[in-house]
């Protein structure tokens, strides 16, 4: 166990709608970033939130956005899906900015597994 | 653009032998490694680290090694066991504010009892 929740676990949208998953950090945690992790593939980089502000961001579409809240719970909202939108989103929490923190290591939850049809 | 590879896709060892999965990396402006073990149906879980300034480092059966002149990285795990059946990642970070790992493809570890 992480500490790090995500939600739904799975979910299945049509080709144009528009889907949010959601994250909580592991406790003391001020970052989130979220990756997409296509089937047999590795993790990419979609973005990171640090007290509420993006302060990175990996080659996704603008239709890819995210939220962090005070309580520096996440957000990631795709709108207009497209089929290739299709894979599992992980979240991940870190006590600092830099992936340097002082633990070095990211936490990841278990993920949301979106089919898009 | 910058990737990190393995050199394979699978591995397929007996359990309690030595295990040895391949990473190679294209920045050499990378300077912080992690290895991540993916169990089916998880996030993937943390291993080992190694920062650029190390060429070994060990911890519970695990060993990681870095070459920064062939840009080669590699996980040993000692003793195989069939909890360690998994897909393992390498992955790089190159510097910056933000945590942006690059992954590699992965490598499935398949014990056999």
């Known amino acids: 166990e992480t500490g790090v929740t995500q939600s739904p676990t799975h979910l299945i949208k049509t080709r144009g709608q528009q889907v949010t998953l959601r994250c909580s950090s592991q406790?003391?945690?001020?970052?989130v970033s979220w990756y997409q992790q296509a089937l047999g593939q590795g993790p990419q980089f979609i973005f990171q939130y640090y007290r509420e502000e993006e302060n990175g961001r990996g080659n996704f579409p603008p239709r890819f956005s995210g939220l962090q809240f005070p309580n520096y719970s996440s957000e990631l909202n795709v709108n207009a899906l497209e089929l290739d939108d299709s894979a599992l989103y992980l979240c991940?929490?870190?006590?600092?900015?830099?992936?340097?923190?002082?633990?070095?290591?990211?936490?990841f939850g278990e993920g949301s597994r979106l089919t898009v049809l | 653009g910058e990737s990190v590879g393995l050199h394979l896709p699978t591995l397929s060892v007996q359990e309690g032998d030595n295990s040895i999965i391949n990473c190679a990396y294209s920045?050499?402006?990378?300077?912080?490694f992690i290895w991540y073990k993916q169990e089916s149906g998880k996030g993937p879980q943390f291993i080992i680290d190694i920062r650029s300034n190390m060429d070994k480092r060990q911890g519970q059966r695990v060993t990681v090694l870095l070459n920064k002149t062939v840009k080669h990285l590699s996980l040993q795990i000692a003793a195989t066991q069939p909890g360690d059946s998994a897909v393992y990642f390498c992955a790089e970070i190159s510097g910056g504010a933000t945590n942006k790992l690059i992954f590699g493809t992965g490598t499935l570890l398949a014990v056999q009892p």
């Open positions: 920045n050499s402006a990378s300077d912080y």
């Open positions: 406790s003391g945690h001020n970052t």
């Open positions: 991940a929490s870190s006590p600092g900015q830099g992936a340097k923190s002082p633990t070095g290591e990211l936490f």
